[in-house]
């Protein structure tokens, strides 16, 4: 009686346990990369979120606070602007004139504050404000003297501390002793500065020479250093 031959498995077909091992082992080298890379950039992306998040509650902040402050600027503003108004329209003005007027002592008071300490240099203007001031007295003037040091005096036209700079000046007139001391007494009674630092007088009560040397003051304006904050 004839049997069957049963076929009898060959090595190529039966799987080693070290190649079972290898594929174990990639197996599990894989997964643990992959989750280890997740785990290292859900740590990474927390920080990034949470550092956001915690420069974004600054910046609400640092809104929250500038908001309050410009409602106060806000307010103040118009507090200070009804206050100008109030203050330049007054009659009579700070030094008893007209606020109308085109008297010596006349004008509203926002200008005579200017014109008692002016914001730039302005020899030629000083000039003028002290030729005004001896004619009206009847004074012959003779002669005006001082240096004209406008150019420079350009690069001190604003400062975030300002203070006034002297602007010497020396004048000789004629006329009577009367007039003279009337002359004193304007420049000292003056809304702008003067002092007086020496006099010298010469001739009769009638017939006198008197000169000068003085200096008055101009005063650079304030910088407002509107500047800005960096949130970090």
Do not use: C, H
Not at 63 to 80: E, F, Q, V
Not at 189 to 215: H, V
Request: hydrophobic share 40%; no cysteine; glycine share 4%.
């Amino acid at each position: 009686m004839a049997t069957a031959n049963t076929p009898t498995p060959t090595a190529a077909a039966t799987p080693t346990k070290r190649v079972l091992v290898d594929k174990a082992n990639t197996v599990i080298v894989t997964v643990t990369a992959v989750a280890a890379f997740v785990i290292i950039f859900s740590l990474v992306a927390s920080k990034t979120l949470l550092s956001q998040a915690m420069y974004q509650n600054r910046v609400a902040g640092a809104k929250k606070d500038t908001l309050a402050l410009l409602k106060k600027d806000i307010t103040a503003s118009n507090d200070l602007v009804t206050s100008y108004k109030a203050f330049n329209s007054a009659d009579p003005n700070i030094i008893n004139g007209s606020s109308t007027g085109n008297g010596a002592n006349d004008g509203p008071n926002a200008r005579i504050v200017l014109d008692a300490l002016p914001s730039s240099y302005d020899f030629p203007a000083l000039v003028t404000s002290l030729e005004k001031i001896i004619t009206a007295r009847g004074l012959t003037i003779q002669s005006i003297q001082g240096s004209d040091d406008e150019v420079a005096q350009q690069g001190n036209q604003s400062s975030a501390t300002p203070a006034p700079v002297d602007m010497p000046f020396q004048v000789t007139v004629t006329g009577n002793y009367t007039a003279m001391q009337d002359l004193i007494n304007d420049f000292q009674n003056s809304i702008r500065p003067f002092q007086i630092q020496t006099e010298s007088l010469s001739g009769d009560e009638n017939s006198m020479t008197m000169t000068l040397s003085a200096q008055t003051f101009y005063q650079p304006e304030k910088d407002l250093n509107i500047g800005s904050k960096v949130i970090k």
